[in-house]
Nanobody, 120 residues
Framework: HVQLVESGGGSVQAGGSLRISCAASAYTESSYCMAWFRQVPGKERERVASSDSDGTTTVARSVEGRFTLSRDNAKNTLYLQMNSLKPEDTATYYC???????????????WGQGTQVTVS
């Protein structure tokens, strides 16, 4: 069982930056795809970025060039660096782990509790 704990959310002005983190309770790099999703009320959870077991990273077009996914293997931690933030990036951001880098949230097995990012 993998436990995921997000941190680092907050409020920022448009154009600013934030880095959110996802600490995993167990070593996941060799077994799972790790991903960031985001969700706003009334909408489905949207995949923002993912990294599969061989390190291949995918970033959604809506954040390409602004968001960067990275990980620290020694700390079992996944990061999402968010630059040039826009009001439409406002959402609750969730870390997820799954057997593969699926597009749909329902296919991921483990989830963190979420961290709020607000851009004004």
């Amino acid at each position: 069982h993998v436990q995921l704990v997000e941190s680092g959310g907050g409020s920022v002005q448009a154009g600013g930056s934030l880095r959110i983190s996802c600490a995993a309770s167990a070593y996941t790099e060799s077994s799972y795809c790790m991903a960031w999703f985001r969700q706003v009320p009334g909408k489905e959870r949207e995949r923002v970025a993912s990294s599969d077991s061989d390190g291949t990273t995918t970033v959604a077009r809506s954040v390409e060039g602004r968001f960067t996914l990275s990980r620290d293997n020694a700390k079992n931690t996944l990061y999402l660096q968010m630059n040039s933030l826009k009001p439409e990036d406002t959402a609750t951001y969730y870390c997820a782990a799954g057997w593969d880098c699926y597009v749909n949230a329902r296919d991921y097995k483990f989830w963190g509790q979420g961290t709020q990012v607000t851009v004004s």
